[in-house]
C-alpha cells in the first residue's frame, strides 16, 4: 500500500488549481440514469470514487467515455459523456457499494426511469453508521413500494412515483438528492422541506433543470419540483470543490505560507473563511480565487490563534472540513472547542494528531484543543500516523507540513478518494511530500 512521506517545517508559497467537487460530480453522474441522452459533464475532477461511480454507471448499461482533457487542463478537469440509453441492470451490487456508500443516489434515479431497483445498503464506515432511512421513507411518500431483504433494499413503483411530500426530519444530503433525482419523473408536484442546501445540491438541481426537470427553490431548504414524462440531454461544468479549496487554505495558514486558490468559489465557503479570518488568518478574495495568508493592509500581528467551531449543515462550518480546522488549532496560539454535530464518530484524527504531539481531549461530541502556538510553544513533531477516513487522512497531511522533522502517512488510499494530486499540488508551493509506493 502507498505511503506518504512528508518532512515538514516549510511555508507554503505559490498557487494551487482547485478541481472539481467530487460531492457535486456523483450525484450529477447518477442523473445520468434518468434520461436516454447523453449527460456531458466537464470539470471533472481525476479521483478513485469517480471511477468507481464509472464502474457502477456501466454495470447498470450507462455507456460512459471520457471526451478528453479539458483545453485549460489543470484545474479544469476531465470530461465525462454518459448516456443511459437502455438500463440493463437495475441491481447495484454489495462489492460496488461497500467500496463507496454515495453508490446509494442510483437508488432514486432507477426507481424513477425504470420502476423497480435492488440496490445493496451501503453499510457504515469509519465516521458512523451512516444510515438510509431518510432515503427509504422518502421514496415511499411518493408511492414506492420499498423492503430490505438480504443487505439489500428492494423498491417498486410499478405504476412510476406519485406526486407528495417529504418533510426530511434531520437535514441530509444524499436524502435530498435521491428524493430530487427520483421528484424528477414523478406523475405531479412533489415538495421537499428541511431539504440540504449545500452547493453540491444546488448544482445537481440546476442541471437537472438543464436536462429538462422543472425544479424551484434552487439555494432553500424547500423544493418544489413538477415531475415531467423524460429529461433530455444537458452539457454540465461541476462547480469547484469547496473542501479541497478550504483544506488547502488551511494547508497555507498552518505552514505560515501564502498560497492563492486558483478557481475557488468564495461564495461556497463564507463560514469557513470568516473562521479563518476570526484565527487571525489573512483571507483575500482575487480576480482567479481567494489567497490565504500573507499580509493585507493592516499588518497582522502574531499567528493563528484558536477559535471555537462547531460543525452544522450548509451554510454552517462543514463537517468535512472539521478534522483539517483541528489540526490548524493544534498550533494555534490558545484553546480551540470543536464541536462535531453531523456524525457520531468523526473524531478518529484526534488520536493520530496526539501522536505527533497535539494537546487535545474529546469530551463526547466536543475536542478541546489547547493549542502549542504560543510564545515558547513546542509545535507539533513528525511520526508515522494511520489515516482512517478521507478528511481525517487529508488533517494528518496538514499537520505534518506543519511538524517539525518527517511524518509517515500510511494507507493513503482514502486520501486518493477525494483529493486530486495532492502531492503534486503542495510540492508545486514548496512542500517536501512525496508518494512511496510499496
Ligand atoms: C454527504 O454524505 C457527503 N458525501 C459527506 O462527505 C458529508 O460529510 C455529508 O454529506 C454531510 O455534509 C457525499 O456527498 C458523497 P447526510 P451523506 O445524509 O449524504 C444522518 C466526504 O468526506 N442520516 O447529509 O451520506 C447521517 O448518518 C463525505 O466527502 C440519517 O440518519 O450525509 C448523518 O449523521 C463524508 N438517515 C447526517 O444524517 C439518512 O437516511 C447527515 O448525513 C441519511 C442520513
Redesign the pocket.
Given at each position: 500500500m502507498d505511503k506518504i512521506r512528508i518532512r515538514g517545517g516549510r511555508s507554503l508559497r505559490g498557487k494551487i488549481p482547485i478541481s472539481g467537487a467530487?460531492?457535486a460530480a456523483?450525484p450529477l453522474m447518477a442523473a445520468s440514469l434518468l434520461s436516454d441522452e447523453t449527460l456531458v459533464l466537464r470539470n471533472l475532477p481525476h479521483l478513485a470514487d469517480i471511477a468507481t461511480m464509472t464502474h457502477l454507471l456501466a454495470q447498470h448499461g450507462v455507456e460512459v467515455s471520457m471526451a478528453g482533457e479539458h483545453p485549460g487542463g489543470g484545474h479544469m478537469g476531465h470530461v465525462l459523456k454518459l448516456r443511459a440509453g437502455a438500463i440493463s441492470s437495475t441491481e447495484a451490487p454489495y462489492d460496488i457499494v461497500r467500496k463507496m456508500?454515495?453508490s446509494v443516489l442510483v437508488l432514486g434515479p432507477l426507481l424513477a426511469r425504470c420502476g423497480q431497483a435492488r440496490v445493496s445498503l451501503p453499510g457504515g464506515c469509519a465516521?458512523?453508521?451512516?444510515?438510509?432511512?431518510?432515503?427509504i421513507r422518502g421514496l415511499e411518500a411518493l408511492g414506492a413500494e420499498i423492503e430490505l431483504d438480504d443487505g439489500y433494499i428492494i423498491a417498486k413503483a410499478p405504476h412510476g412515483l406519485q406526486g407528495g411530500v417529504v418533510v426530511f426530519p434531520?437535514?441530509?444530503?444524499?436524502?435530498t438528492e435521491n428524493l430530487l433525482m427520483a421528484a424528477c419523473l414523478a406523475k405531479g408536484e412533489v415538495v421537499l422541506e428541511n431539504a440540504?442546501r449545500?452547493p453540491?445540491v444546488g448544482d445537481l438541481a440546476n442541471c437537472l433543470n438543464r436536462m429538462g426537470a422543472r425544479i424551484e427553490g434552487i439555494g432553500g431548504d424547500t423544493l418544489r419540483i413538477q415531475g415531467v414524462d423524460r429529461l433530455g440531454a444537458a452539457d454540465y461544468a461541476v462547480l469547484p470543490d469547496r473542501?479541497e479549496a478550504a483544506t488547502y487554505a488551511i494547508a497555507a495558514a498552518i505552514t505560515g505560507g501564502e498560497v492563492e486558490l486558483i478557481g475557488a468559489q468564495p461564495e461556497t465557503m463564507e463560514a469557513v473563511l470568516a473562521a479563518l479570518s476570526q484565527a487571525n488568518v489573512n483571507v483575500q478574495r482575487t480576480e482567479c480565487g481567494i489567497r490565504i495568508g500573507g499580509t493585507d493592509a493592516g499588518e497582522r500581528n502574531g499567528g493563528v490563534i484558536g477559535i471555537d467551531v462547531t460543525t452544522a449543515p450548509y451554510p454552517g462550518f462543514?463537517?468535512?472540513l472539521q478534522a483539517q480546522m483541528m489540526a490548524l488549532m493544534a498550533v494555534a496560539d490558545g484553546a480551540a472547542m470543536i464541536t462535531e454535530t453531523?456524525?457520531?464518530n468523526r473524531f478518529q484524527h484526534v488520536p493520530e494528531l496526539m501522536r505527533m504531539g497535539a494537546d487535545i481531549a474529546v469530551k463526547g461530541a466536543t475536542a478541546m484543543v489547547r493549542g502549542s502556538g504560543g510564545p515558547g510553544g513546542s509545535g507539533l513533531h513528525g511520526a508515522p500516523v494511520m489515516a482512517t477516513d478521507?478528511?481525517a487522512s487529508v488533517s494528518l497531511v496538514l499537520a505534518g507540513l506543519a511538524s517539525a522533522g518527517e511524518t509517515m502517512i500510511n494507507r493513503v488510499y482514502h486520501l486518493d478518494r477525494?483529493y486530486e494530486r495532492l502531492e503534486e499540488k503542495l510540492s508545486a508551493c514548496g512542500a517536501d511530500i512525496v508518494r512511496l509506493t510499496e
Amino acid at each position: 500500500m502507498d505511503k506518504i512521506r512528508i518532512r515538514g517545517g516549510r511555508s507554503l508559497r505559490g498557487k494551487i488549481p482547485i478541481s472539481g467537487a467530487k460531492n457535486a460530480a456523483l450525484p450529477l453522474m447518477a442523473a445520468s440514469l434518468l434520461s436516454d441522452e447523453t449527460l456531458v459533464l466537464r470539470n471533472l475532477p481525476h479521483l478513485a470514487d469517480i471511477a468507481t461511480m464509472t464502474h457502477l454507471l456501466a454495470q447498470h448499461g450507462v455507456e460512459v467515455s471520457m471526451a478528453g482533457e479539458h483545453p485549460g487542463g489543470g484545474h479544469m478537469g476531465h470530461v465525462l459523456k454518459l448516456r443511459a440509453g437502455a438500463i440493463s441492470s437495475t441491481e447495484a451490487p454489495y462489492d460496488i457499494v461497500r467500496k463507496m456508500r454515495a453508490s446509494v443516489l442510483v437508488l432514486g434515479p432507477l426507481l424513477a426511469r425504470c420502476g423497480q431497483a435492488r440496490v445493496s445498503l451501503p453499510g457504515g464506515c469509519a465516521i458512523g453508521t451512516r444510515p438510509v432511512d431518510m432515503h427509504i421513507r422518502g421514496l415511499e411518500a411518493l408511492g414506492a413500494e420499498i423492503e430490505l431483504d438480504d443487505g439489500y433494499i428492494i423498491a417498486k413503483a410499478p405504476h412510476g412515483l406519485q406526486g407528495g411530500v417529504v418533510v426530511f426530519p434531520r437535514i441530509s444530503v444524499g436524502a435530498t438528492e435521491n428524493l430530487l433525482m427520483a421528484a424528477c419523473l414523478a406523475k405531479g408536484e412533489v415538495v421537499l422541506e428541511n431539504a440540504a442546501r449545500e452547493p453540491e445540491v444546488g448544482d445537481l438541481a440546476n442541471c437537472l433543470n438543464r436536462m429538462g426537470a422543472r425544479i424551484e427553490g434552487i439555494g432553500g431548504d424547500t423544493l418544489r419540483i413538477q415531475g415531467v414524462d423524460r429529461l433530455g440531454a444537458a452539457d454540465y461544468a461541476v462547480l469547484p470543490d469547496r473542501i479541497e479549496a478550504a483544506t488547502y487554505a488551511i494547508a497555507a495558514a498552518i505552514t505560515g505560507g501564502e498560497v492563492e486558490l486558483i478557481g475557488a468559489q468564495p461564495e461556497t465557503m463564507e463560514a469557513v473563511l470568516a473562521a479563518l479570518s476570526q484565527a487571525n488568518v489573512n483571507v483575500q478574495r482575487t480576480e482567479c480565487g481567494i489567497r490565504i495568508g500573507g499580509t493585507d493592509a493592516g499588518e497582522r500581528n502574531g499567528g493563528v490563534i484558536g477559535i471555537d467551531v462547531t460543525t452544522a449543515p450548509y451554510p454552517g462550518f462543514p463537517t468535512d472540513l472539521q478534522a483539517q480546522m483541528m489540526a490548524l488549532m493544534a498550533v494555534a496560539d490558545g484553546a480551540a472547542m470543536i464541536t462535531e454535530t453531523i456524525f457520531e464518530n468523526r473524531f478518529q484524527h484526534v488520536p493520530e494528531l496526539m501522536r505527533m504531539g497535539a494537546d487535545i481531549a474529546v469530551k463526547g461530541a466536543t475536542a478541546m484543543v489547547r493549542g502549542s502556538g504560543g510564545p515558547g510553544g513546542s509545535g507539533l513533531h513528525g511520526a508515522p500516523v494511520m489515516a482512517t477516513d478521507l478528511r481525517a487522512s487529508v488533517s494528518l497531511v496538514l499537520a505534518g507540513l506543519a511538524s517539525a522533522g518527517e511524518t509517515m502517512i500510511n494507507r493513503v488510499y482514502h486520501l486518493d478518494r477525494g483529493y486530486e494530486r495532492l502531492e503534486e499540488k503542495l510540492s508545486a508551493c514548496g512542500a517536501d511530500i512525496v508518494r512511496l509506493t510499496e
